[in-house]
């Protein structure tokens, strides 16, 4: 059975840093594009970061940019979020998602935009708040 199963979340001050987690059982992320999203509470889900299945190719939503660093270790079949800096509106409930690789998302390079992911975790928590 495919799983993705975030952790790392938890409450931080303002200007703290957390590590999320998102580890993979069932499949090897080897051929997996990697996103993390975010979504607050009503508020629509957003693309955080996303990094491609070698790790080559990252990219980054514009409200986290020099904050939050993505990568991956594909031996321990596992991609980390590095959030730094965190501030308030930070705060949601965060998802990683698997897209699987094609010529066409090769090409394109790891997406923002959930539509294109195929596997999601259940979410872990972040909260950011004195």
């Known amino acids: 059975q495919l799983q993705l199963v975030e952790s790392g979340g938890g409450l931080v001050q303002p200007g703290g840093s957390l590590r999320l987690s998102c580890a993979a059982s069932g499949f090897t992320l080897d051929y997996f594009g990697i996103g993390w999203f975010r979504q607050a509470p009503g508020k629509e889900r957003e693309g955080v970061s996303c990094i491609s299945s070698s790790g080559g190719s990252t990219n980054y939503a514009d409200s986290v940019k020099g904050r939050f660093t993505i990568s991956r270790d594909n031996v321990k079949n596992t991609v980390y979020l590095q959030m730094n800096s965190l501030k308030p509106e930070d705060t949601a409930v965060y998802y990683c998602?698997?897209?699987?690789?094609?010529?066409?998302?090769?090409?394109?390079?790891?997406?923002?935009?959930?539509?294109?992911?195929?596997?999601w975790g259940q979410g872990t928590q972040v909260a950011v708040s004195s």
């Open positions: 998602a698997a897209e699987t690789d094609t010529n066409l998302s090769l090409l394109r390079g790891p997406s923002l935009h959930s539509y294109d992911y195929d596997y």
